[in-house]
Structures are given as C-alpha cells and as structure tokens.
C-alpha cells in the first residue's frame, strides 16, 4: 500500500516556473514506477511524465524540454519540476504510483493516485 500527498502547486504567469512534490509513504518505494498526470477541466486525464527506478525517465511530447520528473528513494519523494509554463498547462496534476514492469503512460496501469494540487498559469 503506498499513500501519496501532492504539494506545490499554485498560480504563475506563462513563462514562470512551478515545482511539485509528491511524499510517498511505503517501504517499497523503490520499486514503483512514479508519474505525474494532469487533468484539466472537461478533459481526460493525461500523462505527464514518469519515472523507473531513478534510471529512466520519460515524457509526454508537451512536456519535453520543459518539464524534469526525479525522485528520491532515500527520501521517498518524487517532484516536477515545470519550466516555461504556458496557460495550456494550467490543471490538476497528480502523482501516481505503479507495479507495472515496464514504462506506462496509460492512468488505468496506475494503482496509487494522490489528491491533487492545482496549477493555474495566467496569460
């Protein structure tokens, strides 16, 4: 069992930056794949980027380049950090935790899902 808590969220102007964080609690943290998802209003949620292990990393296309995921097995943490942020961004964005054994983008791979915390970038 794994509870995740999001925090970090706010309100930035487009071009800003933001940097979440998830606190993981489980003594098997290592072993999950970690993700960000977002969801914005009347759209389905979607992925943002995860992460296997600390070893790879991977991205949605509207994330690369500006959007870095790590994690910290010591501290069982896992952040976003947001750059260039444009007001197509703005969402709720989650923290995710799955068993799975390979790299998944889809929400249902997930098991664990945190609260939420609201992004908002003004124009």
């Known amino acids: 069992q794994v509870q995740l808590v999001e925090s970090g969220g706010g309100l930035v102007q487009a071009g800003g930056s933001l940097r979440l964080s998830c606190a993981a609690s489980?003594?098997?943290?290592?072993?999950?794949?970690m993700a960000w998802f977002r969801q914005a209003p009347g759209k389905e949620r979607e992925f943002v980027a995860g992460?296997?292990?600390?070893?790879?990393?991977y991205y949605a296309d509207s994330a690369k380049g500006r959007f870095t995921i790590s994690r910290d097995n010591v501290k069982t943490t896992v952040t976003l950090q947001m750059n260039s942020l444009k007001p197509e961004d703005t969402a709720v964005y989650y923290c995710?935790?799955?068993?799975?054994?390979?790299?998944?983008?889809?929400?249902?791979?997930?098991?664990?899902w945190g609260q939420g915390t609201q992004v908002t970038v003004s124009s």
């Open positions: 995710a935790a799955s068993t799975s054994d390979y790299t998944p983008r889809q929400p249902t791979a997930y098991n664990y």
């Open positions: 489980g003594r098997t943290f290592s072993t999950y794949v």
């Open positions: 992460d296997r292990s600390g070893a790879y990393q």
